[in-house]
T-cell receptor, first 113, second 113 residues
Framework: EAGVTQFPSHSVIEKGQTVTLRCDPI?????LYWYRRVMGKEIKFLLH????????ESGMPNNRFLAERTGGTYSTLKVQPAELEDSGVYFC???????????FGPGTRLTVT | KQEVTQIPAALSVPEGENLVLNCSFT??????LQWFRQDPGKGLTSLLL?????REQTSGRLNASLDKSSGRSTLYIAASQPGDSATYLC????????????FGTGTRLLVSP
């Protein structure tokens, strides 16, 4: 069974540009989560999808971040426009219904210069 | 607000030693606690998940304990090996509302041959 995959593995963009991160969860997992770790800080929750619906987006830092999960399969996280403080590692995780363990992807390292 | 603290921040031991990593959390109303391992440039690998009703979980040389009332968990690694070198993270999920994980900042472990 394939794990959670994320693309790209690393992205370097300039301040003000737009970047879109993609997450493909484990097949059949209804729950999808986005987290991020900025330099020197702990991993923090961004938002949670159940299928295509946003269950909890309390961790989204501001309206420059937009997450979607059309069709309840893969998800994208767009940052527009990117700021320097957005640099960090963005993790995606998925979880099947009824199971409480979250499975994490390898992360996307975002560097904003 | 739930806060998770991990001590020590870094640990260096010679191969073969038994060691204990500590995790404390401020709100004892948790649903479960999960220990993860992160290798440099890689995603998070789940090691052990302890439900709030459980006291401990074991997997191979790893044993995790949970004392919910005092807000503490420990990860015991027996007979450490160089391959155990990684960052170890604990994360808690609260028992009401949404399903996000709250992470500690991690313990960076180095096991020398």
């Amino acid at each position: 069974e394939a794990g959670v995959t994320q693309f790209p593995s690393h992205s370097v963009i300039e301040k003000g540009q737009t970047v879109t991160l993609r997450c493909d969860p484990i097949s059949g997992h209804d729950n999808l989560y986005w987290y991020r770790r900025v330099m020197g800080k702990e991993i923090k929750f961004l938002l949670h999808f159940v299928k295509e619906s946003k269950q909890d987006e309390s961790g989204m830092p501001n309206n420059r971040f937009l997450a979607e999960r059309t069709g309840g399969t893969y998800s994208t996280l767009k940052v527009q426009p990117a700021e320097l403080e957005d640099s960090g590692v963005y993790f995606c995780a998925s979880r099947p219904r009824g199971n409480y363990e979250q499975y994490f992807g390898p992360g996307t390292r975002l560097t904003v210069t | 607000k739930q806060e998770v603290t991990q001590i020590p921040a870094a640990l260096s031991v010679p191969e073969g030693e038994n060691l204990v990593l500590n995790c404390s959390f401020t709100d004892s109303a948790i649903y479960n606690l999960q220990w993860f391992r992160q290798d440099p440039g890689k995603g998070l690998t789940s090691l052990l998940l302890i439900q709030s009703s459980q006291r401990e979980q074991t997997s191979g040389r790893l044993n995790a304990s949970l004392d919910k009332s005092s807000g503490r968990s420990t990860l015991y690694i027996a007979a450490s090996q160089p391959g155990d070198s990684a960052t170890y993270l604990c994360a808690v999920r609260r028992n009401t509302g949404f399903q996000k994980l709250v992470f500690g900042t991690g313990t960076r472990l180095l096991v020398s041959p």
